[in-house]
């Protein structure tokens, strides 16, 4: 998966997504949209033979590179607690 910033202003940024990853991509939306400081969050998915994905990012207050940042953590975070819970549980 590769990331291109097409278009970036004060608060919203354009994101175009090469070989997306859906099963990360679904969640980062969903984390960006709990963030109280984002207005909107929407992976356009378009044609699948003609456009790319893109992700849209608006945000009410701050940047939207510092929401992204956050919901990426906070993912990965996540992640990594689920990781050490299955190790835990199948640990022999």
């Known amino acids: 998966m590769e990331l291109k910033l097409l278009d970036k202003d004060k608060n919203s940024v354009k994101i175009e997504i090469v070989n ?12 960006l949209l709990k963030d109280e400081d984002v207005a909107d969050a929407q992976y356009v998915t378009g044609h699948p033979q003609l456009d790319k994905p893109v992700l849209l990012l608006k945000t009410k207050k701050g940047g939207p590179l510092p929401a ?7 993912l990965s975070g996540q992640y990594r607690d689920a990781k050490k819970l299955l190790e835990k549980a199948f640990a022999k």
């Not at 997306?20 to 984390?31: E, H, K, R």
């Not at 992204?68 to 906070?74: D, I, M, P, V, Y």
């Open 20 to 31: 997306p990853d859906d099963t990360l991509i679904y969640p980062l939306v969903t984390a």
């Open 68 to 74: 992204l940042k956050r919901a990426a953590e906070g």
